[in-house]
């Protein structure tokens, strides 16, 4: 039987989930040139252009005349799993590979992800009644078999869309990124001098903000450094002033904000089998913050042993200042990982080294009786007073395993409740979500949790008491019945 693999083919109202993540991670730019090797339909290269990239692709069936060239992102979308051939399935990826001047996105479909397709056995796949061919993977089998093919590591993007980075400097770069940064509001004393120049020394103030120390001399750009000294006269002047703006208190909880990222960088590094100082800046600021790189490293080995006792993760989830506490778990936003205790944020860090970040994801789930990270994406989770789930995948870390939870039929979807139990203590809208869930409170609606889980059993609820919610308030509903 002939194999139809063209129809495979999607055709996206939006950017793929691969290319969405590589252009969240900041791999993807303006300034990038991307080729999809096995475009389908070019959806992706029509988003892409008309935000600027110069992008191009190839594909069999849809644009089989297309030089296949080099280019700095090559994207593999959703290839490897529609090839039968177990050769030329191989061949691809390293043909995709030998054209990537710095990245690789490899993607695939994964077991869970969604609804599977229906077939009889054909090789190492399944072949449909539509005559298309689906090999479905799980997680960890995609990212080995990609590091088997191409002898290069395969750093997880998302369940099923791994990296491969040409630069070994790239690739470290991309694994300090995942760490979450938190740095205290900026307390400025009104001053004449710095308020003249803060403009131009914004720059200045934002590495010291980073990296807890003033730059070396290579660590600012010569278009800062002379901004800086045509406005005060000199670099040190300048931190003179910067410093004298601001409280020692201010500096001190930079300072040991920096050492915990430090800290929870190595130890992912070591979950890698990465040391992650080799990047100068990193060892520089590590150097001016521990007594020694030797130390940090033995600092961040017992982090790393720590986030894998059940009895300290529970004790750090207890201790936590941002999160919902519940008999297993704990629930976090994800803009506020980096306020968690850094047992936690090394827990978390290694569930999303091994499965990735999707897009969307809003709420993290870290166990404290399981080795078990869940990932959620709610829809809409600022704009919606009760976002409902879109999915959601788990990371069981002993096991490298992720599971995606297919999402539910609507009205049957899960509904979040009490949003500011998982924000920062610092987020501009806590306020307005508390008000909202203690007016809720009063009403009664929380008297059945069971019932109010779904979005089909919150709206009775809130019908049954003549209630709506209006954006973020709780309103009588005056609509006239029938």
Not at 247 to 274: D, H, I, K, P
Not at 411 to 436: D, M
Not at 459 to 472: C, D, F, I
């Amino acid at each position: 039987m002939r194999i139809e693999r063209s129809r495979t083919a999607l055709a996206r109202t939006a950017l793929s989930r691969p290319v969405a993540g590589a252009l969240a991670d900041q791999l993807i730019s303006g300034g990038s040139t991307v080729f999809d090797y096995g475009c389908g339909r070019g959806d992706d290269i029509a988003r892409l252009r008309a935000l600027g990239v110069d992008a191009d692709g190839w594909d069999p069936a849809f644009r089989p005349n297309t030089e296949r060239r080099p280019a700095d992102v090559v994207n593999l979308g959703y290839v490897v799993n529609v090839i039968e051939d177990v050769a030329e399935r191989r061949a691809a990826v390293l043909t995709a590979w030998g054209l990537a001047t710095r990245l690789l996105i490899v993607s695939g479909r994964t077991f869970g992800e969604d609804r599977a397709p229906a077939g009889v056995s054909h090789g190492d796949g399944l072949l449909t009644g539509r005559r298309t061919f689906q090999k479905l993977y799980t997680h960890t089998e995609l990212g080995e078999w990609v590091e088997q093919v191409t002898g290069e590591r395969a750093y997880a993007a998302a369940p099923g869309v791994f990296y491969l980075f040409r630069n070994p400097d790239e690739a470290q770069a991309y694994v300090r990124s995942r760490v979450a940064i938190y740095r205290p509001r900026r307390q400025i004393d009104t001053q004449a001098l710095y308020e003249t120049h803060r403009d131009a020394l914004e720059p200045l103030f934002a590495f010291m903000a980073v990296h807890a120390r003033p730059p070396r001399t290579h660590e600012l750009s010569d278009a800062d450094k002379v901004k800086v000294a045509d406005a005060v006269g000199s670099v040190a002047r300048g931190i003179r002033i910067i410093r004298s703006a601001t409280t020692a208190s201010y500096w001190e909880e930079v300072a040991r904000q920096r050492r915990n990222e430090l800290l929870v960088m190595l130890a992912l590094g070591r979950f890698r089998q990465e040391d992650l100082l080799r990047d100068t800046t990193t060892r520089t600021d590590a150097r001016s913050l521990f007594p020694s790189a030797d130390g940090a490293r033995r600092d961040a080995d017992r982090l790393l042993l720590a986030c894998s006792d059940p009895a300290l993760r529970q004790v750090n989830a207890l201790a936590s200042k941002v999160g919902r506490i519940s008999p297993t778990s704990l629930y976090v936003h994800a803009a506020a990982l980096a306020e968690l205790p850094p047992v936690l944020r090394v827990f978390e860090g290694c569930a999303r080294l091994l499965a990735g970040a999707s897009v969307g994801v809003n709420i993290i789930r870290l166990s404290y009786v399981a080795d078990e990270v869940e990932y959620r994406a709610y829809e809409r989770f600022e704009e919606t007073a009760h976002p409902p789930l879109s999915f959601s995948a788990r990371v069981r870390i002993g096991k490298l395993d992720v599971r995606w939870t297919p999402p539910e039929e609507p009205g049957r979807r899960s509904v979040l409740h009490q949003k500011e139990q998982f924000v920062s203590i610092e987020h501009p809208r806590r306020e307005l979500y508390a008000a909202l869930s203690r007016a809720e409170h009063r009403a009664g609606l929380y008297d059945e949790p069971d019932r109010i889980r779904t979005e089909a059993g919150w709206r009775e609820a809130l019908s049954e008491r003549g209630l709506v919610v209006a954006g973020h308030r709780l309103r009588r509903d005056v609509r006239p019945e029938g």
